[in-house]
């Protein structure tokens, strides 16, 4: 069974860091890309960043250059850097996996950027 399994999540004070991980069943290599998805309470969840087998990454346009989407291979382990957290950041961090038929998610971690 595929399962997702977040971690890395919970409070910091505005401009701190946190780093999310993301650990995979199975190879990582099966999924055609992997991502973080946030959802802030009464928004919907929206893509934060995303990176594909071959390994090109891509980032919303409120995260650029404050987060970094990374994956170890050995480990089977999807990273999400948080640099400068604003507490707009604030919300729940899903991980999703896509394969050619099938998406899967985690079950979320939360994020609060609060003084």
């Known amino acids: 069974q595929v399962q997702l399994v977040e971690s890395g999540g919970g409070l910091v004070q505005p401009g701190g860091s946190l780093r999310l991980s993301c650990a995979a069943s199975?190879?990582?290599?099966?999924?055609?890309?992997m991502a973080w998805y946030r959802q802030a309470p009464g928004k919907q969840r929206e893509l934060v960043a995303s990176?594909?087998?071959?390994?090109?990454?891509d980032y919303a346009d409120s995260v650029k250059g404050r987060f970094t989407i990374s994956r170890d291979n050995g480990k089977n382990t999807v990273y999400l850097q948080m640099n400068s957290l604003k507490p707009e950041d604030t919300a729940v961090y899903y991980c999703?996996?896509?394969?050619?038929?099938?998406?899967?998610w985690g079950q979320g971690t939360q994020v609060t950027v609060s003084s």
């Open positions: 199975g190879n990582i290599f099966s999924y055609s890309s």
């Open positions: 999703q996996g896509r394969k050619v038929l099938s998406t899967y």
């Open positions: 990176i594909i087998k071959l390994g090109s990454t």
